[in-house]
C-alpha cells in the first residue's frame, strides 16, 4: 500500500513558477513509476508528465514539455513537479499516482495509487 499527498500548490500569475512535491509513504516507493495528472473544471483527467522507478526516464505531455520538469528523490520518498511559464490553461487539480512499471507509464490506468490532489490556479 502506497500513500500518496501532494503538497505545493497555490495561486501564481502568468509566467511565473511554482513547484509540487508528492510524499509517498512505504518503503518500496523506489520500485513505482510516478506519475503527474492534472483536471480541470469539466474535463477529464490528463498526462502531464511521468518518471520510471530510477528516475532515468521521464516523460511529458506535448502541453508542457520545455517548461515542466518531473523528478524524484528515492531517499526521500518523494516526486517533484517543477513548473515555469505557467499558462492559465494549467489552472488545474494536480494528482500524483504511484503505479508498477508496466506499459505506458503516460496513461492514467497504469496507477494503483492516488493522492488527494492540490489545486493550482494561474491568474492573467
Known amino acids: 500500500q502506497v500513500q500518496l499527498v501532494e503538497s505545493g500548490g497555490g495561486l501564481v500569475q502568468a509566467g511565473g513558477s511554482m513547484r509540487l512535491s508528492c510524499a509517498a509513504s512505504?518503503?518500496?516507493?523506489?520500485?513505482?513509476?510516478m506519475g503527474w495528472f492534472r483536471q480541470a473544471p469539466g474535463k477529464e483527467r490528463d498526462f502531464v508528465g511521468a518518471?520510471?522507478?530510477?528516475?532515468?526516464?521521464?516523460y511529458y505531455a506535448d502541453s508542457v514539455q520545455g517548461r515542466f520538469t518531473i523528478s524524484r528523490d528515492n531517499a526521500k520518498n518523494t516526486v517533484f513537479l517543477l513548473m515555469n511559464s505557467l499558462k492559465p490553461e494549467d489552472t488545474a487539480v494536480y494528482y500524483c499516482?504511484?503505479?508498477?512499471?508496466?506499459?505506458?507509464?503516460?496513461?492514467?490506468?497504469?496507477?494503483?495509487?492516488w493522492g488527494q490532489g492540490t489545486q493550482v490556479t494561474v491568474s492573467s
Open positions: 499516482a504511484a503505479g508498477l512499471p508496466r506499459r505506458d507509464p503516460r496513461s492514467l490506468h497504469e496507477y494503483d495509487y
Open positions: 518518471t520510471s522507478w530510477s528516475g532515468g526516464n521521464t
Open positions: 512505504g518503503r518500496t516507493f523506489s520500485t513505482y513509476n
